[in-house]
């Protein structure tokens, strides 16, 4: 067993989510006992409050005792000028100055003295002649005795100021003013003063109202901060900073894992996010796409009406360069309004053309089911007339079918180089022939290279499907009648298919491209769509046209760009 002293602490760090929380927790291994302390942390919306609340006490604290330094001073400067003033009105007044020149100065002055101290609310008024006797006192018994030993020399000089001392009386703030005969010689002076503790107590009281608002002050702003701070972490979806982190390294490593192509726009169609496989799909390098707009990466793209109307669009194949995409568009709701969207995409280029090549080898397998069938027939017939010992009818009968498929073998060999599509014009030729459909080639057909924006799975799904709706058409008509032509020029590929059904009315013709519309019962209305679709990504074009002797004729037209001649 190992002993106390020498077990170990494992650490170990984990993380618990729950309810939208998460706690870091500090995890160690102690023998068989696993010790797990939680990890605190303080709020962000503490944080806030308490650095806010902080802060404004620093503020208030320096502010508050400026103020109330400058308060102070205030206070007793002007304390000091109104003793100064209050000692030059009595230092003018003649009765005084008259009264300091006669026998009996204090009989006039100690009254007037004290008239004028209960009217200022001076602490005391005292009038000395140049003897520094005091001629006028608050306490009436000390009237003609010698003032205390203090600082006096200017105003016996004939100059006034203020000072703080202490003679008899308690410590006060004074001014002493000269007092000037008529004739302009000084006969005394006048000392006016101020208790220093009554000044000190009008400073405590004008403090304890700075105090009393800085206070207020400070507890206003602690409300201030901690709703502030409540908005921010509300702004912030009630994360915690680590949390965030945690949630952007969560949103990188996701973007990054998808093997999809996601990008991220704003209202105005400005690119805000994307990720590596999208920039590795569209062929763009590092940051080379941000703040741009969509279009100048997807120009075909639909989230105009995704922002507008606040819906989502799935399935939108787009052509970027030389690539097909399919992409899913998405709009960005916050609080109920529109503040961007999301498109996801892949690139379908390689998958389409595999998928389409792969139809075209179904349609074809399909057709050589029907030939095998049909000719399984012919030969159970011709099998028959040899039984029945009519060897010329069974030899002419064989002859007869052989040259139904030489026709059609002769137009597209040698016109047509691809075999897949020579298969598929082919077969179609059996399989409309079993349906009593007259199907013909134009004479003109060749196709030797296609646009480099095309392949051959697009040229199988667009006149595959037109060739299928042209059965469709004339299943009620009386003479059936398909005449196919794929038309190779410099500029452009032409491909054509007329039929003998009816015509189409003009309220068909404005809604017969778009998904789900049809005039057959059953039908999903799919197929003209698929080809315009298909065709809006190559750059091509589709019109149709009411023939003169009935029936209709779908003219598609797909062009070669500069340079494009890509061989099968």
């Not at 009217?119 to 003897?131: E, L, Q, R």
């Not at 208790?195 to 700075?210: F, G, M, P, Q």
């Not at 206003?220 to 901060?225: N, P, Q, Y």
């Not at 590092?286 to 799935?314: F, H, K, M, S």
Request: with cysteine; charged share 20%; hydrophobic share 45%.
């Amino acid at each position: 067993m190992q002993s106390a002293g020498r077990c170990k602490y494992l650490p170990v760090r984990i993380t618990l989510s729950y309810a939208g929380q998460r706690e870091n927790l500090s995890k160690k291994y102690k023998g068989d006992v696993w010790l797990i302390t939680k990890q605190t942390r303080l709020r962000l919306e503490y944080k806030v409050a308490i650095l806010i609340i902080l802060m404004v006490f620093f503020v208030l604290a320096v502010t508050g005792a400026i103020v109330i330094r400058i308060s102070d001073q205030y206070i007793e400067n002007s304390t000091g000028k109104k003793a100064l003033a209050i000692g030059e009105v009595i230092a003018s007044v003649p009765s005084v100055q008259e009264a300091l020149l006669s026998d009996n100065p204090s009989a006039v002055l100690q009254p007037f003295a004290e008239r004028w101290r209960r009217a200022t609310g001076a602490a005391f008024i005292v009038i000395s002649n140049m003897h520094e006797v005091r001629l006028s006192y608050p306490l009436p018994d000390m009237v003609g005795t010698p003032m205390a030993d203090l600082y006096r020399e200017p105003v016996l000089e004939g100059k006034e100021y203020v000072y703080t001392g202490q003679g008899h009386l308690a410590p006060s703030l004074r001014a002493n003013v000269p007092i000037f005969a008529r004739s302009g010689r000084q006969v005394g002076f006048v000392s006016v003063g101020f208790y220093l503790n009554d000044i000190s107590k009008v400073i405590l009281t004008n403090s304890r109202h700075i105090m009393f608002t800085l206070v207020f002050a400070l507890v206003l702003s602690a409300m201030g901060a901690f709703l502030l701070a409540r908005n921010i972490k509300q702004a912030i979806f009630g994360l915690e900073p680590y949390e965030i982190a945690m949630v952007l390294k969560e949103r990188e490593a996701t973007l990054e894992a998808i093997r999809e192509g996601v990008v991220a726009v704003d209202t105005a169609g400005i690119i805000r996010l994307m990720n590596r496989e999208a920039e590795h799909i569209l062929g763009l390098r590092d940051q080379e796409a941000a703040a741009r707009p969509i279009t100048d990466i997807l120009p075909q793209n639909g989230l105009d009406t995704v922002i507008r109307e606040g819906r989502p669009l799935y399935n939108e194949e787009q052509r970027v360069g030389d690539i097909t995409i399919l992409a899913n568009s998405v709009p960005i709701m916050v609080d109920g309004q529109v503040a961007g969207a999301v498109i996801s995409f892949r690139d379908r280029t390689e998958i389409n053309r595999l998928a389409e090549e792969m139809t075209g080898v179904h349609r074809f397998v399909d057709v050589l089911r029907a030939q095998t069938h049909e000719f399984k027939n012919k030969l159970h017939t011709i099998a028959g007339l040899i039984q029945l010992g009519r060897h010329q009818e069974a030899v002419n009968y064989a002859v007869d079918t052989t040259e139904e498929n030489k026709e059609v073998i002769s137009q597209l060999s040698g016109k047509i180089k691809d075999s897949l599509l020579y298969g598929m014009l082919l077969g179609k030729a059996s399989h409309m022939r079993e349906q009593g459909i007259a199907f013909s080639i134009l004479p003109e057909t060749e196709l030797r290279y296609l646009p480099a924006c095309v392949s051959v799975g697009d040229v199988l799904l667009i006149l595959g499907n037109l060739l299928q709706n042209a059965v469709e058409a004339t299943a009620g008509a009386s003479e059936k009648k398909i005449v196919v032509g794929v038309i190779q020029q410099p500029e452009v590929l032409t491909m054509i298919v007329c039929n003998s059904g009816g015509e189409i009315d003009d309220a068909t013709a404005a809604r017969m491209y778009q998904r789900g519309v049809t005039t057959k019962n059953g039908n999903s209305g799919l197929g003209l769509a698929l080809v315009a679709e298909k065709l809006k990504l190559v750059h091509g074009s589709i019109v149709h046209r009411n023939l003169p002797e009935g029936g209709v004729e779908f003219t598609v037209r797909i062009p070669y760009e500069t340079g494009d001649a890509d061989g099968y």
